[in-house]
């Protein structure tokens, strides 16, 4: 390793599973998508089923793929940076405070969706009961090569989506991203209120 002014270079770290840079084939992109709302106070639930693939592209196979690397946190990072410019784009607040019950959550929901090849929707009243919120929305993403961008353009473009997206209640967030064993990106993103 050289270094220049006392600072390392930093070189990418192997592919670990869980954390650290993740190493993806720039291929396809397929983005599917899911939302649930939780409201206690009314005591129901609902879950939207995807509508189908939320968008399919294609790229052809070049004979030197690219590769991309991939921080998760950072990903995760982004991922709240453009869900709250959306959020004050249409005159809602920002969504700062993580709640490190609601991340530990979503954290450990995306890695039992990569593990098992899953794509559903936890029971939200497992957020509220074990966090002691209020009101917990989530929206999930799964993909190929997705982009941070691309998960929130695509969240934005559903209107169930764009529900949990826009709530006013957000206060708290979490979220969680893992690889699964076919290489997509999995996304889970918590909203919740713990206010009554």
Not at 130 to 143: F, I, N, S, Y
Not at 170 to 195: H, K, T, W
Request: overall charge positive; aromatic content about 4%.
């Amino acid at each position: 390793m050289s270094r220049r002014l006392g600072c390392a270079r930093r070189r990418p770290l192997p592919v670990r599973w869980f954390a650290g840079p993740v190493t993806l084939l720039v291929t396809t992109l397929v983005t599917t998508l899911v939302t649930t709302l939780v409201i206690p106070a009314a005591a129901t639930s609902a879950a939207v089923a995807p509508a189908g693939a939320a968008s399919s592209v294609s790229r052809p196979a070049a004979t030197g793929q690219r590769q991309a690397t991939i921080d998760l946190h950072l990903y995760e990072s982004r991922v709240l940076a453009l869900v709250n410019r959306r959020r004050t784009g249409h005159g809602r607040r920002p969504v700062h405070r993580i709640s490190p019950c609601v991340d530990r959550l979503s954290e450990r929901w995306a890695a039992h969706l990569a593990e098992t090849g899953g794509f559903y929707h936890r029971d939200q009243h497992v957020v509220l009961r074990r966090c002691h919120m209020h009101w917990a929305g989530e929206a999930l993403a799964r993909g190929t090569a997705m982009r941070a961008g691309q998960a929130v353009r695509a969240w934005m473009a559903s209107p169930e989506h764009r529900a949990v997206i826009l709530k006013r209640r957000a206060r708290r967030a979490g979220l969680g991203v893992r690889l699964d064993s076919q290489g997509r990106v999995v996304l889970v993103l918590n909203f919740a209120d713990p206010r009554a």
